[in-house]
């Protein structure tokens, strides 16, 4: 049974623009939301994280979006540069004292010129 | 910054060997984790571990094994590889906090033939 859900699989968007990528989960006890960037041949690296006690979260040109009614949340990335093609990953941890996350499935993202 | 190293980059098993393996991580945090990585499905948790010595299994820990002598060295082991085993692992690590993030290895590619 998978989690969290991730779409899309994979996304186009040109320079300048803003990329959207979505993630539902299921498991009502998650309660910390982290999104995950990784570039090809390393390993993921952690882009910017949520709690559910707030609907949204800034850092730069990544924002994060949270519904905790809906149980969905996204990323958005503002003025997309060709240096955040990459591999998006959101995930999603149950509570404190756990260090699990479980993972979206990823969505490729590539920003054209 | 934190490094944690994975001892090989890419590997090639045959079918029914034992296979090691081995992460370090250099900046003494007590959670330590194995996933894989495959096209498609994302990231899986194989088994993980907040101690030395203790270990728990994750959503997919069939056929592996890990061991946890020393706090700074987490080792998956594959009893008998099989070529559905052929995958990216990932290993990481984390403090206990968790908005620190996790910190991942670069990976091992192993192929098993």
């Known amino acids: 049974q998978q989690q969290v859900k991730q779409s899309p699989q994979s996304l186009i968007v040109q320079k300048g623009g803003i990329s959207i990528i979505n993630c539902a989960y299921e498991?009502?006890?998650?309660?910390?939301f982290p999104w995950y960037q990784q570039f090809p041949g390393k390993g993921p690296a952690l882009l910017i994280a949520?709690?559910?006690?707030?609907s949204e979260k800034k850092e730069g040109r990544f924002t994060i979006s949270f519904n905790k009614s809906a149980k969905q949340f996204s990323l958005h990335i503002m003025d997309s540069q060709p240096g955040d093609s990459a591999t998006y990953f959101c995930?999603?941890?149950?509570?404190?004292?756990?260090?699990?996350?479980?993972f979206g499935k990823g969505t490729k993202l590539s920003v054209i010129p | 910054d934190v490094k944690v190293t994975q001892s090989s980059r890419y590997l090639v098993k045959r079918t029914g060997e034992k296979v090691f393996l081995e992460c370090v991580q250099d900046?003494?945090?007590?959670?330590m984790f194995w996933y894989r990585q495959d096209p498609g499905l994302g990231l899986r948790l194989i088994y993980f571990?907040?101690?030395?010595?203790?270990?728990e299994k994750g959503d997919i820990p069939e056929g592996y094994s890990v061991s946890r002598e020393k706090k700074e060295r987490f080792s998956l082991i594959l009893e008998s590889a099989s070529t559905n085993q052929t995958s990216m692992y990932l290993c990481?690590?984390?403090?206990?906090?968790?908005?620190?993030?996790?910190?991942f290895g670069s990976g091992t590619r192993l192929t098993v033939v």
């Open positions: 949520i709690r559910p006690d707030v």
């Open positions: 995930a999603a941890s149950p509570g404190a004292g756990s260090y699990q996350l479980t």
């Open positions: 900046m003494d945090h007590e959670n």
């Open positions: 571990s907040y101690d030395v010595k203790m270990k």
């Open positions: 498991n009502t006890a998650f309660d910390y």
């Open positions: 990481a690590s984390i403090p206990s906090r968790r908005t620190l993030g996790y910190t």
